[in-house]
């Protein structure tokens, strides 16, 4: 199976898919992409949920969702979604369901689109045991899947409510785990189970989203999801989301490299930003996003290649020699055009053609351009030259002999000078683009130079004219982000020619290696938007854990407002926050349960015990 069977590596366009009708909103086909929001009340505080409602309509919010754990809260949406048409917005209402298919038999005669987590539809909460079915006893829970979800076709169909299977990479049923594995096979399989059932009942008004706060995980699952759709003969459109991203720079940076690495490839009907900040806020970032994709519609070509040495669907990172501290094996580098104070120090600073060398870091290496650096005296080991042309650097016997920098745009990546720079030891490339689908003409060039079997580390470098920090956050990440998750580049550069503060830009920089998962460099905390089944304040917790641990290193932290994706979203965290009731919170060493129904106002408290405790604890500085 091949991704590059089902899309245009080197042509920006959008995939076709059906179109699905929720209310007066068509998703999908040659519809533009929906952005759309969830609301963080209580769903039977009707007011509150109204006011939030028409604060995601007024920045944009194209569908809302509300939370529908109980018959109560189902029942409340009637009420909700009159107010909100009486309010003059004919947006339409989905209800998210889990655990109790009767709640969305309920919700799908009252609202427009309906989403239910196959995780839980029918199978029980997982806790992670392995379960063993012989195959005709899988096919058992199969039947009994197609038993609960017949009855909910027939009332979607009755009245003509939409359908989201909505898949979750944190809330995956102990059956799907035990024999797919927590993979993004697993996660496919889940929503296929579900999606056969559909096509069989001839039920097409249906959309499927699969979801992770892991973005190789996000962006390969809807990859798979896309191929195993089609060799069905399916094309339901996608909805696309990083759930429990988290706020801050963080949130908006994570959320740029999953989603825009597949709105890059023509990928996604809808979409959704899941910051854990007040919901009205992630409609500008979901908005900016698409906006920026859709510029690349009419870019320059793209040279095409054949063979394609990239498995899309799983992770490889590119084979590179190791020169100096870049390639190989080690983590990816980060190059500033300034050095700063902050606490995250890149390894490369570029300097142009100044000669004025000062450094609190005696581990930094200056880049200098080759003209000024030949005049230096060089006994200065950590000065090293930039060449601005292969020429230049192929003809020049003034080579550092640690390690060389040459500036290459993708276009230069061809034969004859592969011929040239292939073998070169100390060579390291910083690759360009001038492309307006840069993602697409950089990921060219790395095939361009796999095939050529060219082991050089590149550097990936982007450009940008940004007076907006958010701006150049969300442009880099999907630029960038992608092509680390795919295993291509040794290290990052972000220019910027506006004012934005260097500190900033290096920031930038480190968040999109580490939202792309090749490289940790802060406390990551993986924290969800919060909704109506939250029972405790979830933005100031958040705030108030980042500021008493946002200076441990290598640390990975769950804050999460319920159960439903709590363990499973932070099954790879270090520590969990998870709320377990009015005014109880459950923590979490890894999966396993440390300490329950712990008061809230005791509970950050406990949580930097419980860090203590387990020696991952440092005082700050």
Not at 271 to 290: D, F, G, H, Y
Not at 439 to 448: E, K, N
Request: aromatic letters at 6%; one cysteine or more; a negative charge.
């Amino acid at each position: 199976m091949k991704f590059e069977k089902y899309i245009n590596l080197f042509k920006y366009s959008r995939l076709k898919t059906r179109v699905v009708i929720v209310g007066s909103k068509k998703i999908g086909g040659n519809n533009s992409i929906l952005v759309q929001s969830m609301t963080s009340t209580n769903t039977l505080k009707t007011d509150d949920t109204i006011r939030q409602s028409l604060r995601i309509i007024g920045k944009g919010g194209e569908l809302i969702r509300l939370t529908t754990q109980g018959i109560s809260e189902a029942e409340n949406l009637k009420i909700i979604r009159e107010e909100i048409h009486k309010a003059g917005f004919d947006i339409p209402i989905a209800a998210d369901v889990h655990f109790n298919p009767k709640v969305a038999f309920i919700a799908a005669e009252l609202v427009e689109k309906v989403r239910i987590n196959p995780g839980n539809f029918v199978d029980k909460r997982a806790d992670f045991s392995q379960v063993d079915f012989t195959d005709e006893e899988y096919q058992i829970e199969l039947q009994k899947i197609e038993e609960k979800l017949i009855p909910l076709i027939e009332i979607c169909k009755e009245n003509k409510t939409a359908l989201r299977i909505g898949v979750n990479h944190g809330s995956l049923s102990d059956r799907i785990m035990s024999r797919f594995g927590d993979t993004s096979l697993g996660m496919v399989q889940s929503a296929m189970e579900f999606l056969r059932i559909c096509i069989k009942q001839d039920f097409l008004n249906v959309l499927v989203s699969l979801k992770s706060s892991n973005t190789r995980v996000m962006v390969q699952s809807n990859r798979l999801m896309l191929a195993k759709m089609i060799e069905e003969g399916m094309d339901f459109p996608l909805h696309l989301g990083v759930t429990e991203a988290g706020e801050g720079e963080d949130g908006r940076i994570k959320s740029a490299v999953g989603i825009g690495t597949l709105l890059a490839d023509g990928i996604g009907d809808t979409i959704r930003v899941s910051l854990t900040e007040p919901p009205e806020n992630e409609i500008p970032v979901a908005k900016k996003l698409i906006e920026y994709v859709a510029d690349r519609k009419d870019h320059k070509e793209i040279k095409e290649t054949e063979f394609i040495p990239i498995d899309f669907f799983e992770y490889c990172k590119r084979k590179t020699k190791k020169v100096l501290n870049v390639g190989g094996e080690n983590i990816p580098v980060v190059i500033s055009n300034k050095e700063v104070n902050g606490e995250l120090c890149p390894e490369f600073i570029y300097l142009g053609d100044k000669f004025i060398i000062e450094s609190r870091n005696e581990n930094t290496v200056f880049i200098i351009d080759e003209e000024a650096w030949g005049q230096l005296i060089l006994d200065n080991e950590n000065v090293v030259p930039l060449f601005k042309s292969i020429n230049d650097y192929y003809l020049s016997d003034n080579k550092s002999e640690r390690i060389n920098f040459l500036r290459i745009s993708c276009e230069e990546i061809n034969n004859e000078n592969l011929l040239k720079i292939k073998n070169q030891k100390n060579l390291v490339l910083i690759l360009e683009t001038r492309n307006t689908n840069g993602f697409a003409d950089q990921r060219a060039a790395f095939i361009r130079l796999m095939s050529a079997e060219c082991d050089l580390p590149v550097i990936i470098k982007r450009s940008y004219k940004e007076n907006n920090l958010e701006d150049l956050q969300l442009k880099s990440a999907s630029d960038i982000g992608g092509l680390f998750l795919d295993g291509l580049g040794d290290g990052i550069w972000i220019e910027n020619k506006d004012e934005i503060d260097d500190q900033d830009i290096i920031n930038t920089s480190f968040g999109i290696l580490q939202a792309s998962r090749v490289r940790t460099s802060k406390t990551e905390y993986i924290s969800c938007p919060g909704c109506g089944r939250t029972l405790f304040d979830l933005q100031n917790v958040t705030q108030e854990i980042r500021e008493r641990t946002s200076h441990l290193k290598n640390l990975k932290i769950g804050i999460m407002g319920c159960i439903v994706n709590g363990p499973g979203e932070m099954a790879d965290a270090d520590y969990g926050y998870v709320g377990a009731g009015v005014g109880k919170i459950t923590l979490y060493k890894s999966k396993e349960v440390i300490k329950k129904n712990i008061p809230t106002e005791n509970a950050v408290d406990e949580l930097i015990q419980l860090i203590k405790d387990n020696g991952d604890w440092t005082e700050k500085v």
